[in-house]
């Protein structure tokens, strides 16, 4: 029997839910999401090859199925196995109240393997679109050398509501970023007017609502480092196994870490703090980016090597 599964709107939470479900794949028809704002996360599912559409269900409605199927957070017998025998037509699942609570991801559905690092397909076509708008930008960036980093801020609506940095934060740490010889990469989706507005003061690349989905993907592939708003694009980076750094919320503090890949989190190579002072976060940032550089020479040193034995 193969399923519909109907999950939340973001990239984020759906990326979690095909982490969990990656091994099942074969068993689910279409990949469905809830209408919700704004607008990104089927053409995301579509880089894996998943049919997908958005549907006109709600949060409640997830949350309503799993409590009357008795597979919601607090249901000790949750498992895949269980799921796979309800003889209906979609399933409507998420895994962010087990996550939200600190419990690991692995744990969600413990019957099945957890895939972190599924493949993005990204055509060549939006590859090519995407390396050029980057290098557009990046050719008129004050420092002509250097690792890039993408910076997302987000919008002044988001970090009002949030409760995170303004635009005299951000300008604070990406001095301090430039100050190590880092060079940032301002990003994001065309709402993102905060980090626009701190791209145009600082007078730093930016490439805000220049790509669509997969040319973002792409890009988030090509960057050094990655430092922002906990959204998701630092999801992104760990799935394609890339070095982030991500802010969050204090009401956010026991899911900020409890779906990143264990690896990425016992080397350091994915790193979270809560929103506070530049000068506070500073020190995590710096180790950060530190370690992104010393995994920029081992890569530079294989391929220096690879390029001798091939001679």
């Known amino acids: 029997m193969s399923y519909n599964v109907v999950l939340p709107s973001g990239i984020g939470d759906c990326s979690w839910a095909v982490s969990a479900l990656w091994s099942v794949r074969d068993q689910i028809a279409r990949w469905d999401v809830l209408e919700g704002w704004p607008m990104r996360t089927t053409p995301y599912l579509e880089l894996m090859g998943f049919e997908t559409a958005y549907v006109p269900y709600t949060y409640p409605m997830i949350l309503g199925f799993e409590s009357d199927h008795g597979i919601g957070r607090a249901d000790p017998d949750r498992t895949w196995e269980k799921i796979s025998k309800l003889q209906v037509a979609n399933l409507l699942l998420e895994p962010n109240k087990w996550l939200e609570a600190g419990e690991r991801l692995e744990k969600w559905l413990p019957d099945l393997p957890c895939e972190f690092h599924y493949p993005l397909k990204v055509s060549a076509k939006d590859k090519e679109r995407a390396e050029r708008t980057v290098a557009r930008e990046m050719s008129r960036h004050p420092m002509e050398h250097g ?24 300008k604070d740490m990406l001095r301090r970023i430039m100050s190590i010889g880092w060079r940032p990469l301002l990003l994001g989706g065309h709402w993102d007017d905060l980090t626009y507005a701190v791209a145009f003061d600082l007078e730093l690349p930016d490439i805000v609502g220049k790509t669509n989905v997969p040319q973002m993907v792409h890009v988030m592939g090509m960057l050094d480092g990655y430092i922002g708003y906990s959204s998701g694009m630092n999801v992104i980076r760990t799935v394609l196994d890339k070095p982030a750094m991500a802010l969050w919320p204090d009401f956010q503090n026991e899911l900020r870490d409890s779906w990143a890949p264990p690896e990425m989190l016992e080397s350091h190579r994915y790193v979270s703090h809560l929103w506070r002072e530049p000068k506070v976060v500073w020190p995590m940032a710096k180790g950060f980016l530190r370690r992104c550089e010393r995994e920029l020479a081992v890569a530079k040193s294989n391929g220096a090597m690879q390029e001798v034995v091939s001679a």
Not at 147 to 170: D, F, H, L, M, Q
């Open 147 to 170: 690792p890039v980093v993408g910076i997302s801020c987000a919008s002044y609506r988001g970090a009002e509501a949030w409760k995170t940095w303004g635009i005299g934060e951000w």
